[in-house]
């Protein structure tokens, strides 16, 4: 079974910067693509960014020229790197991997963007 493990949630000023991480308990490789979601409380479930196995990236308008997709490969860790945090901006975040027609998901961790 897939396991995805987020990390580097917490609470940030907003104009601040976090870095996520999401560990897969096997190689990214496999996978189809990964990327990250996110949701707001009474929200749906929000694409943010995703990386295919080629590399490719695709942001959310609102993560375009804040956020930013990266992975090692070596550590079996995607990363989202966002910058520039807004309030709204607030929300769980939750990692995904896909895997031909079957997605997996990280149990999510918590950005509070609050003064």
């Known amino acids: 079974q897939v396991q995805l493990v987020e990390s580097g949630g917490g609470l940030v000023q907003p104009g601040g910067s976090l870095r996520l991480s999401c560990a897969a308990s096997e190689n990214i490789f496999n996978f189809n693509a990964m990327g990250w979601y996110r949701q707001a409380p009474g929200k749906e479930r929000d694409l943010v960014a995703t990386?295919?196995?080629?590399?490719?990236?695709n942001y959310a308008d609102f993560a375009k020229g804040r956020f930013t997709i990266s992975r090692d490969n070596t550590k079996n860790t995607v990363y989202l790197q966002m910058g520039s945090l807004k309030p709204e901006d607030t929300a769980v975040y939750y990692c995904?991997?896909?895997?031909?027609?079957?997605?997996?998901w990280g149990q999510g961790t918590q950005v509070t963007v609050s003064s």
């Open positions: 995904s991997a896909r895997l031909l027609s079957k997605t997996f």
């Open positions: 990386m295919t196995v080629g590399g490719t990236t």
